[in-house]
């Protein structure tokens, strides 16, 4: 069986009659897997996605499909990894993989075989029903031998609901053929009694009605519905209403333009009390309520319950079959005769803690490259170097890659360009024979014993210099210069510091002050005349050099930077084929 790999949209449209002919027939599909909501989806994102499509032969229709997603993370002093999640995962309250159940096996295997050509060290399959044959089929493909599989415990969406309500249980209930045998057969009696009663408040209200719109008043109920919503859960992380907000307005009214969505509402004369988003699956006669909110205001009709009974009676007579409410065990979704399962969120992860092939999956160089420009900017040179040299080792003819990890290595040269005088060394310690993390260790081991210890100040900002710790370095440089303004070594430093973060103009005012203070002090020319390089300015630069050997005529750096200049270089770094080999996945 072969695997197609779909990643653009154009691509993916000219799949939706097979997609929907699979939809269909595969029992274990939901409203979450359906084409239009996949599509609305995708389109959706800013990172990468991809449909694995799955056939037997070249010009067979495809016969599964599987929606993922890439997505990128950095730790420091280790750099970027991968990770693949199910599509939709994180909105959608379920996710899997479509397919005809004939071909189950022989689909999971060649999406497992797929997957493992990409390069991602966790793969998340979130909100799957793992007692399903073809999810067990999909996990055997992963031995323990090379990969780690566990479960994730699901938190709520509800932080008071923690302890209380466990989000991995569905509940749904299923409908008979009539309203009347719902309440008399699936409901008990007090449940029954309230829903009759709301049912008749509504039915004989002159002023309680409810609405479903369409097509052309979707964006009006949505946004009617949104509004209730953010109003009811203001109070909780601004990044998850945002997050749901936006997304509700992305995917939403597509579902709607496709006959996939209902929108209830519930006016009292014209003001909204309630309302919900109930995505429709057709083919197996099933609503699955999404979002519901209501006017807390309310106090009186109980406008929640009104609107689910009122969907219910809507649902039964139009020929559903279940009533699905959606993650949470609440009390409140048991009064309709409600069974549950459970639905789970299971991990996939590489035994090394690295990405398969070690190295980046390519789709991401963009989203890395943006992250090494913060890092850069941030004054982490370090990490941002680590990540360089991962995009390159993917692409090595990466022209926007190569040109920051000029950059940042051109910056990380001037931080270390220490004037003999700027190597003190430790009390009764030779600098040169202790490890980095060592040095560090004494050096706050010394400032806690003694704050005014300028010594002991400044060799713990070189130190973080040297480790990429900029915005840490300046500190401490800053420190060290309100114990001895008059430190020429301190402002050297503190130029250097400048300079790696591209503040050239700064970085000179710094040198110059070195210079007043020590006119011999051969790295502050040396170190002016690359600031001034950098800006364009190669007379004064060759100038600042050339007073660098006067003072050290064996200085070879100086003696370089000076060559360098004359050769109308852009910079003293080798070409990148001769740097030595680039870490994949450090």
């Known amino acids: 069986m072969q695997v197609d790999i779909i990643e653009t949209l154009e691509d993916l449209r000219s799949l939706k009659d097979g997609w929907d002919r699979i939809y269909e027939l595969d029992p274990e599909a939901h409203a979450f897997l359906s084409w239009t909501w996949i599509s609305s989806w995708f389109a959706s994102r800013g990172l990468p996605w991809f449909v694995l499509a799955a056939r037997e032969e070249a010009d067979d229709p495809h016969v599964a499909f599987f929606p993922i997603q890439l997505g990128t993370g950095f730790e420091r002093g280790r750099g970027f990894y991968n990770v693949v999640v199910t599509g939709g995962s994180y909105f959608a309250p379920n996710t899997g993989i479509l397919c005809d159940p004939f071909f189950a096996g022989a689909a999971m295997s060649a999406f497992a075989e797929c997957l493992r050509a990409f390069a991602w060290r966790s793969l998340h399959l979130d909100d799957i029903d793992r007692s399903s044959e073809r999810i067990g089929l999909f996990l055997q493909q992963f031995p323990a031998s090379d990969f780690n599989g566990e479960r994730i415990k699901r938190r709520p969406d509800d932080p008071e609901a923690a302890g209380k309500i466990d989000p991995e249980i569905h509940v749904h209930a299923t409908l008979p053929a009539d309203f009347s045998s719902f309440l008399d057969e699936k409901l008990h009696r007090h449940a029954r009694r309230n829903i009759r009663r709301c049912l008749r408040d509504l039915d004989g209200s002159a002023t309680l009605r409810v609405t479903h719109g369409g097509s052309e008043t979707v964006a009006e109920d949505l946004e009617t519905l949104l509004s209730l919503w953010q109003k009811q859960w203001a109070w909780r992380d601004p990044n998850y209403l945002r997050y749901t907000l936006d997304n509700a307005r992305a995917v939403l009214p ?303 750096q100086a003696l370089a930077n000076r060559a360098a200049l004359f050769d109308a270089e852009d910079d003293i770094l080798p070409p990148i084929n001769q740097v030595s080999r680039f870490p994949l996945n450090v």
């Not at 709607?256 to 429709?280: K, Q, V």
């Not at 706050?444 to 003694?450: K, L, T």
């Not at 070189?462 to 210069?481: D, K, Q, T």
């Open 254 to 556: 597509d579902c709607m333009r496709g006959g996939d969505l209902l929108l209830p509402i519930l006016w009292r004369d014209e003001t909204p009390i309630a309302a919900a988003a109930i995505l429709i699956d057709h083919p197996r006669k099933r609503l699955s309520v999404f979002l519901t909110a209501r006017d807390v205001a309310v106090r009186d009709g109980s406008p929640g319950l009104m609107l689910h009974a009122h969907t219910v009676r809507w649902a039964i007579e139009n020929g559903f079959r279940i009533y699905d409410l959606g993650p949470g065990d609440y009390a409140h979704k048991y009064l309709f005769g409600s069974v549950s399962r459970r639905v789970e969120r299971y991990r996939i992860d590489t035994r090394t803690g690295r990405n398969l092939g070690e190295q980046l999956d390519p789709h991401c160089l963009l989203i890395a490259l943006a992250r090494v420009k913060s890092l850069q900017a941030a004054g982490d040179l370090s990490d941002a170097e680590i990540g360089c040299r991962q995009i390159l080792a993917v692409a090595p003819e990466h022209a926007e890659a190569l040109a920051l990890y000029r950059d940042i290595a051109a910056s990380r040269m001037l931080w270390q360009a220490i004037s003999p005088d700027e190597s003190v060394s430790l009390k009764g310690a030779d600098q040169q024979a202790i490890e980095r993390a060592e040095a560090e260790k004494q050096c706050r081991a010394a400032i806690a014993a003694n704050p005014s210890d300028f010594d002991a100040v400044h060799r713990l900002g070189i130190l973080l210099m040297l480790r990429g710790e900029a915005r840490e370095a300046e500190v401490e440089i800053m420190r060290a210069l309100e114990l001895r303004p008059d430190s020429a070594a301190a402002h050297c430093t503190h130029g250097n510091i400048l300079a790696a973060f591209r503040d050239f103009e700064g970085a000179i005012v710094r040198y110059d002050r070195t210079i007043a203070l020590d006119p011999s002090h051969a790295v502050a020319h040396n170190n002016k005349g690359n600031a001034l390089r950098h800006l364009g300015r190669p007379d004064e630069a060759l100038a600042s050099y050339e007073k660098a050997l006067a003072i050290r005529p064996d200085y070879r």
